[in-house]
Structure formats: C-alpha cells, structure tokens
C-alpha cells in the first residue's frame, strides 16, 4: 500500500526557509496530485498547494508568495519549502496525496504522511 | 475562498449514541465535501468523500448527508474508538481547498 513520510528539521530559526521532502513509497508519484498542509498546535487544518508529476503547481494565494513546491519523479518525492518563516509558521506539516474522483468530481486527500513538528524559533 | 462553518465545535456523548455534526458552507458547493477524523497526535484520516461516498475501509456506522450548503456526517451508533476531532473540507473552488473549524467528540 502507498505511503508518505515527511522528513527535514524540526527547528528553523525566524526569517530562514524551511524545507521538507515527502517519500512516496508503495506506489509511484505519477498519475496523483500531491499536497502539502499544515496545523499549528491546538488549531485546524490548511492547505498549501499541490503538484502533479506531469505539470506545475499550484498553491494558496495568501501563502504562494512564500511557498515553492517541486516534484522528483526519479526519487519518488515532492518538497516544500517556505521563505522568510515566522513564529505563525510553527506547525506540524503533513504530505498528502490527492485524489480526483471521476465518480463526483471531487478532490480528498485519502493518504496522509503522519507529519512533522516544525518550530519557528531562534 | 469558501468558508466552512461546522456545528457544534465540541459534543459529549455516550457509547452507543447517534450523533450527527454538520457543516455549512458559505455558498453553494454541490456535492464536493469531504469529511474527516483525527485522533491526538495523528494525521487525518478521510472518512467521507462526494458528500456521501463511504471512503473504503470505513465502518458503515459513518454515513454522509447533504448538498448545496448544508452537510451532515453521522455517526449511528458511536464506538469508543470514534472520540476524535472531525473536520469537514470543500474542493468546490480549486485549488483553494478550504477545512471547517472542527468538531471535538468526547466521551460523556
């Protein structure tokens, strides 16, 4: 079965990028969207935006300024990365495929890595 | 963006209770809701997709309900494993997918 695992520090100083890497094992990254979000402690969920093997990504408008997320077809990986962190950045980060249902035409994120903590600190 | 309002944000009940937690939705979303559960210190997991289209793998005792603004995830008969945080998700207007608040269920 397909699975995701995030990895990357788990502590980033104020005004660095931080950056995490997704594995995608048990299946290939071709043919699916793939999506980061992230929670901040004790709060809900947010979406970042997503990438498909075979085209450009797309984010978040009030995050896409700062977000760039890329796909590595050969390594069976996507990552993200965000620029000029804040304390608000603080938040445990999860991948997640995205799967398009022809059925409904809806989108869910039906596999989730079991997420990294990132803190925003100096 | 389309904003999800869920009702209520927390709910005590009992083993063996029907609950049901609904999502609002700021405008029109046809069908294109999905809902979620998390436990403590988990990544979520999709329970429901379409509005009412059991994710495989789901207990039946989960059902989905609605269209248009108004959505209802039910649970019909709660087990002790379903004391989670439940989280309704739109992708009407993508890729601008947008979460409800949450809706804590615990155990009374």
Same mark, same amino acid.
């Given at each position: 079965?397909?699975?995701?695992?995030?990895?990357?520090?788990?502590?980033?100083?104020?005004?660095?990028?931080?950056?995490?890497?997704?594995?995608?094992?048990?299946?290939?990254?071709?043919?699916?969207?793939?999506?980061?979000?992230?929670?901040?402690?004790?709060?809900?969920?947010?979406?970042?935006?997503?990438?498909?093997?075979?085209?450009?990504?797309?984010?978040?408008?009030?995050?896409?300024?700062?977000?760039?997320?890329?796909?590595?077809?050969?390594?069976?990986?996507?990552?993200?990365?965000?620029?000029?962190?804040?304390?608000?950045?603080?938040?445990?980060?999860?991948?997640?495929?995205?799967?398009?249902?022809?059925?409904?035409?809806?989108?869910?994120?039906?596999?989730?890595?079991?997420?990294?903590?990132?803190?925003?600190?100096? | 963006?389309?904003?999800?309002?869920?009702?209520?944000?927390?709910?005590?009940?009992?083993?063996? *209770?029907?609950?049901?937690?609904?999502?609002?939705?700021?405008?029109?979303?046809?069908?294109?809701?999905?809902?979620?559960?998390?436990?403590?210190?988990?990544?979520?997991?999709?329970?429901?997709?379409?509005?009412?289209?059991?994710?495989?793998?789901?207990?039946?005792?989960?059902?989905?309900?609605?269209?248009?603004? *108004?959505?209802?995830?039910?649970?019909?008969?709660?087990?002790?494993?379903?004391?989670?945080?439940?989280?309704?998700?739109?992708?009407?207007?993508?890729?601008?997918?947008?979460?409800?608040?949450?809706?804590?269920?615990?155990?009374?």
């Amino acid at each position: 079965q397909v699975q995701l695992q995030e990895s990357g520090p788990g502590l980033v100083k104020p005004s660095e990028t931080l950056s995490l890497t997704c594995t995608v094992s048990g299946g290939s990254i071709t043919n699916y969207y793939w999506s980061w979000l992230r929670q901040p402690p004790g709060k809900g969920l947010e979406w970042f935006g997503y990438i498909h093997s075979r085209g450009s990504p797309d984010y978040y408008p009030s995050l896409k300024s700062r977000v760039t997320i890329s796909a590595d077809t050969s390594k069976n990986q996507f990552s993200l990365r965000v620029n000029s962190v804040t304390a608000a950045d603080t938040a445990v980060y999860y991948c997640a495929r995205t799967a398009h249902h022809d059925s409904s035409g809806n989108d869910a994120f039906d596999i989730w890595g079991q997420g990294t903590m990132v803190t925003v600190s100096s | 963006d389309v904003q999800l309002t869920q009702s209520p944000s927390s709910l005590s009940a009992s083993i063996g *209770d029907r609950v049901a937690i609904t999502c609002r939705a700021a405008q029109s979303i046809s069908t294109y809701l999905n809902w979620y559960q998390q436990k403590p210190g988990r990544a979520p997991k999709l329970l429901i997709y379409g509005a009412s289209t059991l994710q495989s793998g789901v207990p039946s005792r989960f059902s989905g309900s609605g269209s248009g603004t *108004d959505f209802t995830l039910t649970i019909s008969s709660l087990q002790p494993e379903d004391f989670a945080t439940y989280y309704c998700q739109q992708s009407y207007v993508i890729p601008r997918y947008t979460f409800g608040q949450g809706t804590k269920l615990e155990i009374k």
